[in-house]
Every structure is written in C-alpha cells, then in structure tokens.
C-alpha cells in the first residue's frame, strides 16, 4: 500500500523554526516530484514548496521564499522542509504529496499524506 505521512509538525513561537518530515512506504520517492502544501481553517489548500524527482527543480510560493527550504534524501525515503523565521499566517495543517512534476497546484498530485499542524502562536 502506498502510503505517504507527514511528522514534525507542532506549535511554535513566531520567529521560530520546524522540521516537517515526508516519509514514504510502499513505493520509493526516487520516481515522484513531492509538493508540500498547507490549508488553514476556512482557506483552499495552497501550494508550499515542491521538488522534482531528481532534485535539480525546487519551486516556492512568494510567502514563503527565503523562510522554508525543502530537501530531498533518497536514501532514506524522505522530504523535509525545513520552516525558518515562522509566522503566524503560516499556521496551517500541512501535507506531503507524490506526482509526477513539481508544480504548486494540488491537482496532478495522486498521493497524499494524513497532514501534520503546525501552529505559529506567542
């Protein structure tokens, strides 16, 4: 069974960092671009970050470029992305997705993740 899920998510002051993992299992990340992507109370899912299979394209969405950096380690099966200088419009449920390109759309994506909330609060 393909399954992809998401950790380190949680609640964090503003200014402050996270780590999100993707994990996958049942299929290896080798062959999929992973996007990451958020959806806030009442908001559509937007699109974060994403990284095409080989890790020579990487794509941000304006809000957070220059904060969060994603990463991809084969070998380990996983996606980070890394959250720096957080804020709390960035608080959200955040999820992990597999699909063939890096694209910022949620649509060509086939396989998700259960989500991880991060929370930006003082």
């Known amino acids: 069974q393909l399954q992809l899920v998401e950790s380190g998510g949680g609640l964090v002051q503003p200014g402050g960092s996270l780590r999100l993992s993707c994990a996958a299992s049942g299929f290896t990340l080798d062959y999929s671009a992973i996007g990451w992507f958020r959806q806030a109370p009442g908001k559509e899912r937007e699109g974060v970050s994403c990284i095409s299979r080989s890790g020579g394209m990487i794509n941000y969405a304006d809000s957070v470029k220059g904060r969060f950096t994603i990463s991809r380690d084969n070998a380990k099966n996983t996606v980070y992305l890394q959250m720096n200088s957080l804020k709390p419009d960035d608080t959200a449920v955040y999820y992990c997705?597999?699909?063939?390109?890096?694209?910022?759309?949620?649509?060509?994506?086939?396989?998700w993740g259960q989500g991880t909330q991060v929370t930006v609060s003082s």
């Open positions: 997705a597999a699909g063939i390109v890096c694209i910022l759309a949620p649509g060509p994506y086939d396989s």
